[in-house]
């Protein structure tokens, strides 16, 4: 039976990571000199792989880590929209306690199981959420049936969707696991459906 594996990959450092800040507007910060390396590591991890194609999300920091992943298989890094990063609403650009615990709240809502819950002021809900990230995974399943594809997004939608697209996985599992800078969740896909392969060896937060 053929199966598409799909290896999702978070983006390497930003200043924002560093200064622990909620950044997810578009386009976003670039790496820092320790996410170019970050992608560089990557790429060189990944150059065994099977590669057929290699997809970003529309924000700077996913497109320069995809860079020398998709280096390494003579290939060009496919902007895939729709795979962004949750948009947070008023939390934009805090850092403060507060608005990190509302973040948490209304992102623990959602792999409860609260899909309509919204990100406060004007931010997103996890059905809209939902809708944009699956339309683009089956651009990515409508362009290959099999093989090996890699898509660089964002720690938030890359934990939500995950629990979202396998029936198997643990919602809160999926939503509360860390995903450090360039760390990897690979899924597969056949005609059975979609399951986890694997997931960074990081304790719950």
């Known amino acids: ?40 590591r990557a790429g060189i991890e990944l150059a065994t792989e099977p590669v057929l194609a290699v997809y970003a999300s529309p924000a700077t920091r996913a497109r320069e880590t ?11 890094v496919v902007v895939l929209p729709g795979t962004h ?51 683009a995974i089956d651009r990515i399943t409508g362009a290959h049936r099999e093989g090996t594809v890699v898509l660089v997004s964002h720690a938030g939608v890359i934990r939500l969707m995950a629990g979202q697209l396998v029936e198997d996985l643990d919602d809160v599992a999926a939503g509360r696991l860390y995903l450090p ?10 005609d059975t459906g979609w399951r986890c392969l694997a997931w960074p060896e990081e304790e719950l937060v």
Request: charged share 25%; proline share 5%.
């Open 85 to 135: 990063e949750v948009q947070i609403g008023e939390l934009e650009g805090r850092s403060d306690m507060p608005a990190v615990e509302r973040y948490r709240e209304v992102y623990g809502a959602w792999v409860e199981g609260d899909l309509d819950r919204a990100m406060p002021g004007g931010g997103e809900t996890a059905r809209q959420i939902r809708e944009r990230y699956l339309a």
């Open 1 to 40: 039976m053929s199966a598409l594996r799909l290896i999702l990959v978070r983006h390497g450092q930003t200043q924002s990571n560093v200064d622990a800040i909620l950044d997810t507007k578009l386009p976003g910060p670039p790496l820092t000199g320790e996410g170019r390396q970050q992608a560089l």
């Open 181 to 190: 800078n360039t760390g990897r969740v690979v899924l597969e896909c056949d």
């Open 66 to 76: 995809a860079a020398p992943i998709a280096y390494a298989h003579g290939l060009d």
